[in-house]
């Protein structure tokens, strides 16, 4: 069942803001074009990560691995009204599991490895996930939950030929989940459609060709790694080469050794290597952004290395705005703004909703267009999050600058650390359970690395290492325990009663 309105299918078409790609019929062209030629690699660190072999497959291999996987999937009874949910590491079995779940015409629900039975236990229920792929001694699924393995039954497990599916782009292909601001993440199911009109701006930003060597360090759980590299690769035939965890030796040695050309980074490690002398190899565009991008790096990066960094603002709902060097040229230019995009439509609304049309005047924007999503899976989301108008409330703030869109600021507490979101209501309502917490505020703190950590601000006597580990009891992912405590005597508030988070920020 398709996620959009036969208007809004039949009109994008017509306007060619969409076509009738699938995921799989992008993986099927590059197999016809280059079997031959290199498609995927695994990270350096796979024996840390999988207890399989380091894999180097070609277009042809990868498609016959996909082909066998998808085979067990469906003797396993998955069908095309299933999800199954993932939970790998970067690697090849993570592109693999995910491309043959597509080719069933199943629905994809990737996780990040950090999450464990506390997430679990609340996600896979929600989307009623059928199946659940992991690493061999990964035993975080809730009880009942059927369970195939890596590195276990999925490794050369064989089955009959799945029957041959037809899939329509605008049926569901994923199910990402967002953390926002509130303390239950949100479901973002997408089909087709909205994925590859994000593909398209990722793959057209960077001008990404065949030719390329794509480095992925970022969890292909979200818009990031899958908009950003796992789509455009599929697009393009470029070669994709795995990274996970994040590691800067590791990173760099294998922008050197495997000749990578693109590839994302955060913006304050970019900020870190800005001045260090770097083996770059054949590298010359690095992606990077959920965050104002300082002019002064994205400059230095041109003159110094003559790498143009490419600025990215996006969500999992479906902002995707990117700015390139051939859209602006000036490197500046590109660290402050974005183009003015004509699709998606876009408009700027004051607190009242009433829409902004004059310069300088920062607003909320709003998104219609083929890359937004078509609403949040039911029962995770308590408000609708378009407007009267059928346009996607971002949260995010931002102003017009001649025929530009100018970042203001993130309207929503999200604290991204290593590319991952952390809720701070999620973690505010955990700590606040704790007998000597009297009240508790958790925000973000800068990192040179990882772009942001945690920092917990709480009126009581409690130490940080009780505080952590009263967390880990409750089976919280490790990347969102606190790494700093405040103790104050009470939290600053606003005569509403609103806790000034911007105050707790300072001096952090």
Same mark, same amino acid.
């Given at each position: 069942?398709?996620?959009?309105?036969?208007?809004?299918?039949?009109?994008?078409?017509?306007?060619?803001?969409?076509?009738?790609?699938?995921?799989?019929?992008?993986?099927?062209?590059?197999?016809?074009?280059?079997?031959?030629?290199?498609?995927?690699?695994?990270?350096?660190?796979?024996?840390?990560?999988?207890?399989?072999?380091?894999?180097?497959?070609?277009?042809?291999?990868?498609?016959?691995?996909?082909?066998?996987?998808?085979?067990?999937?469906?003797?396993?009874?998955?069908?095309?009204?299933?999800?199954?949910?993932?939970?790998?590491?970067?690697?090849?079995?993570?592109?693999?599991?995910?491309?043959?779940?597509?080719?069933?015409?199943?629905?994809?629900?990737?996780?990040?490895?950090?999450?464990?039975?506390?997430?679990?236990?609340?996600?896979?229920?929600?989307?009623?996930?059928?199946?659940?792929?992991?690493?061999?001694?990964?035993?975080?699924?809730?009880?009942?939950?059927?369970?195939?393995?890596?590195?276990?039954?999925?490794?050369?497990?064989?089955?009959?030929?799945?029957?041959?599916?037809?899939?329509?782009? /605008?049926?569901?292909?994923? @199910?990402?989940?967002? %953390? $926002?601001? #509130?303390?239950? =993440?949100?479901?973002?199911? +997408?089909?087709?459609?909205?994925?590859?009109?994000?593909?398209?701006?990722?793959?057209?930003?960077?001008?990404?060709?065949?030719?390329?060597?794509?480095?992925?360090?970022?969890?292909?759980?979200?818009?990031?790694?899958?908009?950003?590299?796992?789509?455009?690769?599929?697009?393009?035939?470029?070669?994709?080469?795995?990274?996970?965890?994040?590691?800067?030796?590791?990173?760099?040695?294998?922008?050197?050794?495997?000749?990578?050309?693109?590839?994302?980074?955060?913006?304050?490690?970019?900020?870190?290597?800005?001045?260090?002398?770097?083996?770059?190899?054949?590298?010359?565009?690095?992606?990077?952004?959920?965050?104002?991008?300082?002019?002064?790096?994205?400059?230095?990066?041109?003159?110094?290395?003559?790498?143009?960094?490419?600025?990215?603002? /996006?969500?999992?709902?479906? @902002?995707?705005?990117? %700015? $390139?060097? #051939?859209?602006? =040229?000036?490197?500046?230019? +590109?660290?402050?703004?974005?183009?003015?995009?004509?699709?998606?439509?876009?408009?700027?609304?004051?607190?009242?909703?009433?829409?902004?049309?004059?310069?300088?005047?920062?607003?909320?924007?709003?998104?219609?267009?083929?890359?937004?999503?078509?609403?949040?899976?039911?029962?995770?989301?308590?408000?609708?999050?378009?407007?009267?108008?059928?346009?996607?409330?971002?949260?995010?703030?931002?102003?017009?600058?001649?025929?530009?869109?100018?970042?203001?600021?993130?309207?929503?507490?999200?604290?991204?650390?290593?590319?991952?979101?952390?809720?701070?209501?999620?973690?505010?309502?955990?700590?606040?359970?704790?007998?000597?917490?009297?009240?508790?505020?958790?925000?973000?703190?800068?990192?040179?690395?990882?772009?942001?950590?945690?920092?917990?601000?709480?009126?009581?006597?409690?130490?940080?290492?009780?505080?952590?580990?009263?967390?880990?009891?409750?089976?919280?992912?490790?990347?969102?325990?606190?790494?700093?405590?405040?103790?104050?005597?009470?939290?600053?508030?606003?005569?509403?009663?609103?806790?000034?988070?911007?105050?707790?920020?300072?001096?952090?």
């Amino acid at each position: 069942m398709s996620l959009h309105s036969p208007e809004r299918i039949a009109t994008y078409l017509a306007n060619g803001w969409w076509t009738r790609d699938t995921i799989d019929a992008l993986l099927q062209t590059q197999v016809q074009a280059r079997p031959g030629a290199p498609a995927i690699v695994d990270p350096l660190n796979k024996a840390d990560l999988l207890p399989t072999p380091h894999k180097r497959l070609t277009w042809a291999e990868l498609d016959a691995e996909v082909s066998r996987v998808a085979n067990v999937l469906h003797a396993e009874g998955i069908t095309p009204a299933d999800v199954v949910a993932v939970q790998l590491p970067n690697s090849v079995e993570l592109a693999v599991t995910f491309l043959a779940v597509v080719r069933l015409g199943a629905t994809v629900m990737p996780f990040p490895v950090q999450y464990r039975e506390y997430e679990l236990a609340q996600l896979l229920p929600l989307a009623q996930a059928g199946l659940f792929v992991a690493a061999k001694g990964n035993d975080r699924a809730p009880q009942g939950t059927r369970v195939l393995q890596w590195g276990g039954d999925l490794d050369t497990a064989t089955a009959d030929p799945a029957p041959p599916y037809q899939a329509d782009p /605008g049926d569901r292909v994923t @199910i990402c989940w967002t %953390s $926002g601001t #509130e303390a239950t =993440p949100k479901g973002v199911p +997408r089909c087709h459609y909205d994925w590859l009109a994000v593909e398209a701006n990722c793959t057209a930003a960077p001008a990404l060709t065949g030719d390329d060597v794509i480095l992925n360090p970022f969890p292909m759980v979200n818009m990031a790694g899958i908009g950003g590299v796992f789509l455009p690769w599929l697009r393009t035939g470029a070669v994709l080469v795995q990274h996970h965890p994040f590691d800067l030796p590791s990173y760099l040695r294998q922008i050197a050794e495997e000749g990578v050309t693109y590839t994302l980074a955060p913006p304050a490690l970019l900020t870190m290597l800005l001045t260090q002398e770097l083996d770059l190899g054949r590298l010359t565009r690095i992606g990077s952004g959920s965050a104002p991008l300082p002019p002064s790096m994205v400059k230095g990066w041109q003159e110094r290395h003559g790498i143009a960094i490419i600025n990215f603002f /996006g969500s999992n709902e479906g @902002i995707a705005l990117l %700015s $390139g060097p #051939e859209q602006m =040229p000036d490197p500046e230019d +590109r660290a402050r703004f974005f183009p003015r995009p004509d699709v998606p439509r876009v408009k700027l609304v004051d607190p009242e909703g009433k829409e902004i049309t004059e310069e300088g005047v920062p607003g909320e924007l709003r998104l219609l267009g083929p890359t937004v999503f078509a609403g949040y899976l039911a029962g995770t989301a308590a408000a609708d999050p378009f407007d009267e108008d059928g346009y996607l409330k971002t949260g995010d703030v931002f102003q017009y600058v001649g025929e530009h869109l100018q970042y203001v600021d993130r309207a929503k507490d999200l604290i991204i650390r290593g590319g991952m979101n952390i809720a701070p209501a999620e973690l505010e309502a955990l700590i606040q359970a704790h007998p000597a917490v009297a009240e508790v505020a958790v925000v973000g703190y800068p990192d040179e690395v990882l772009g942001e950590r945690v920092c917990a601000v709480v009126a009581g006597e409690v130490t940080l290492e009780e505080l952590v580990e009263f967390l880990r009891g409750k089976g919280i992912a490790s990347y969102k325990l606190p790494e700093r405590l405040r103790q104050v005597e009470a939290l600053p508030r606003n005569p509403l009663g609103k806790i000034l988070k911007r105050t707790l920020k300072e001096g952090l």
